[in-house]
């Protein structure tokens, strides 16, 4: 079965310097969620679309921004990279509630983001 | 206040044995979804089980079961004849119905589990 496909798996990016982290999620999913989680904390959400429009915000730096395109697909975008900001980042994908399992979030495998 | 509480910050077991791994939540909305994920060293989240507020039987999905107790507002994964590949961070998180309908997940601190030969 088709998962939650994130790229780049890995990236090194300089202080200063900007990242596009990409998300493709499950087909006919209708949510994405981005989520944070730095060396050994718990995932902390960040930002999620529904049918391509913002429907929640979390503790999401100025300095980021996300998008969800009419392919469902999403990028979140950080500028003026910080060594704080070096952590696993998640994308995640969720079905319309009226499927059978529309109550589960399914998560990629995360875009590890070092910043040196 | 927190909402997902995990005490155990580690648990040890041994192959074969059965363990728990506790959580505790907090909410006020009656309708809400729980979790359980599993995330080995390598990093991916990958989901194991979950429990929606007004399902009547605890969740099981192969060796992992969901001991729900609403009225004490825990949701404790259970394993079952544990194996080495079980060793892993595992995250309890809960899904409330908010007002927009739409449902972010908030996570608990982690429980790193060791299972031994």
């Known amino acids: 079965a088709a998962g939650v496909i994130q790229s780049p798996r890995h990236l090194i990016k300089e202080k200063r310097e900007t990242a596009t982290l990409k998300c493709y999620p499950i087909?006919?999913?209708?949510?994405v969620y981005w989520y944070q989680q730095g060396p050994g904390q718990d995932p902390q959400f960040l930002i999620s679309?529904?049918?391509?429009?913002?429907?929640d915000k979390g503790s999401i730096p100025d300095r980021f921004s996300a998008q969800q395109f009419s392919d469902y697909h999403s990028e979140l975008n950080m500028s003026s990279l910080e060594l704080g900001d070096s952590a696993l980042y998640f994308c995640?994908?969720?079905?319309?509630?009226?499927?059978?399992?529309?109550?589960?979030?399914?998560f990629g495998e995360g875009s590890w983001l070092t910043v040196v | 206040a927190q909402k997902i509480t995990q005490t155990q910050p580690g648990m040890f077991v041994q192959e074969k044995e059965a363990v728990t791994l506790d959580c505790t939540y907090d909410?006020?909305?009656?309708?809400?979804?729980l979790f359980w994920y599993k995330q080995p060293s390598s990093g991916e989240m990958i989901f194991l089980i979950y429990?929606?507020?007004?399902?009547?039987q605890n969740a099981t999905e192969g060796r992992y079961s969901l001991n729900f107790q609403k009225a004490r507002k825990s949701a404790n994964l259970v394993i079952s004849a544990s194996q080495l590949g079980d060793s892993a961070m595992y995250f309890c998180?809960?899904?409330?119905?908010?007002?927009?309908?739409?449902?972010?997940?908030?996570f608990g601190t982690g429980t790193r589990l060791l299972v031994s030969p």
């Open positions: 995640a994908s969720s079905p319309p509630d009226r499927t059978p399992s529309g109550n589960t979030i399914y």
């Open positions: 087909p006919r999913h209708d949510t």
């Open positions: 679309f529904y049918e391509k429009m913002q429907s």
């Open positions: 909410t006020s909305d009656p309708s809400y979804g």
């Open positions: 429990q929606g507020s007004y399902d009547q």
């Open positions: 998180a809960m899904r409330e119905a908010l007002n927009t309908g739409f449902q972010k997940l908030v």
